[in-house]
């Protein structure tokens, strides 16, 4: 109970430094990736306001450049 507590209660500097240190697996797919990093964006609370280009550089910089040509 008293670790579920501690991980949860992350401040939005924790939330940002996870973000941004998220990465694509090797060989995992995009379908896969995009859960870990929802789940990491709806950790913020209702009232942080994100903006979508911020949100979708993001998500760019987790993904390969392989891919990430495709997206922009």
Do not use: W
Not at 44 to 64: E, G
């Amino acid at each position: 109970m008293f670790l579920e507590k501690c991980v949860d209660d992350k401040t939005p500097a924790m939330l940002l430094k996870e973000l941004g240190s998220l990465k694509m697996e090797g060989k995992e797919k995009v379908k896969d990736f995009n859960p870990r990093f929802t789940h990491i964006l709806n950790k913020f609370a209702a009232d942080t306001k994100r903006h979508d280009s911020i949100t979708i550089d993001y998500y760019t910089s987790a993904l390969p450049t392989t891919i990430v040509q495709f997206i922009k």
